[in-house]
């Protein structure tokens, strides 16, 4: 079945430093991307959507220059949480619908990176 | 705006039994729903998606149903097993607006 791969897992980061987590598609190309945050014992909050190609979209009370979203190619796309701080401790997530040629097999998620900031 | 509501919140059954959760939406212009499964620190994984034309689903011991008129989805688990406990989302997308909107979650224990 379709992948997501998701990466790093887990990282911890200092204060004030950058952290790139990537997400990428294989066997099916991603035109769109969905970026989630989830909280503990809560359910998922959308970020930002990414399109192939173009600017993101970021939700309502989503810092865009925090929150860097890049989506380079059809396969990759990536978030860098910038000048990171403890607050920005937490499990993000994307998500990409998935369709090969004619079939569609719903929104395929990636296995999440917990971000710990010290 | 699409809301989705989920219940019970949490869920503990002994094994062997058959069980239903239950989601509900506002908007019955939802388009496909799905149903993830969460495992703690973990992604989500895929379990069900109903799309538009569609009422039901199976996989194996799992059944999910999709009535838009009266705004619901249900999921059967049947003869639940310790594997089954996780966190099991219900996520919908309506027509025009191609993001899912997601429930609480149910938090499922299945009791040896």
């Known amino acids: 079945g379709a992948v997501v791969s998701q990466h790093p897992s887990r990282v911890i980061c200092k204060s004030g430093t950058s952290v790139k987590i990537e997400c990428r598609s294989l066997d099916f190309q991603a035109t769109t991307m969905f970026w989630y945050r989830q909280f503990p014992k809560q359910s998922l909050m959308l970020m930002a959507t990414?399109?192939?190609?173009?600017?993101?979209?970021?939700e309502q009370g989503v810092e865009k220059d925090k929150f860097l979203i890049n989506h380079a190619s059809l396969t990759l796309s990536t978030l860098t949480v910038t000048s990171a701080h403890p607050e920005d401790s937490s499990f993000y997530i994307c998500?990409?619908?998935?369709?090969?040629?004619?079939?569609?097999?719903?929104?395929?998620f990636g296995s999440g990176t917990r971000l710990t900031v010290v | 705006k699409q809301e989705v509501t989920q219940i019970p919140a949490a869920l503990s059954v002994p094994e062997g039994e058959n069980l239903v959760l239950n989601c509900s939406f506002t908007?019955?212009?939802?388009?496909?729903l799905q149903w993830f499964r969460q495992d703690p620190g973990k992604g989500l994984t895929s379990l069900l998606l109903?799309?538009?034309?569609?009422r039901e689903q199976t996989s194996g011991r799992l059944n999910a149903s999709l009535d838009k008129s009266s705004g619901r989805s249900t999921l059967y688990i049947a003869a639940s097993q310790p594997g089954d406990s996780a966190t099991y989302l219900c996520?919908?997308?309506?027509?025009?607006?191609?993001?899912?909107?997601f429930g609480q979650g149910t938090r499922l224990t299945i009791n040896p």
């Open positions: 990414s399109n192939e190609g173009s600017k993101a979209t970021y």
């Open positions: 996520a919908g997308e309506s027509r025009g607006a191609q993001k899912l909107v």
């Open positions: 998500s990409a619908p998935t369709r090969t040629g004619q079939r569609y097999y719903g929104y395929t």
């Open positions: 109903i799309q538009s034309s569609q």
């Open positions: 908007d019955s212009a939802i388009y496909n």
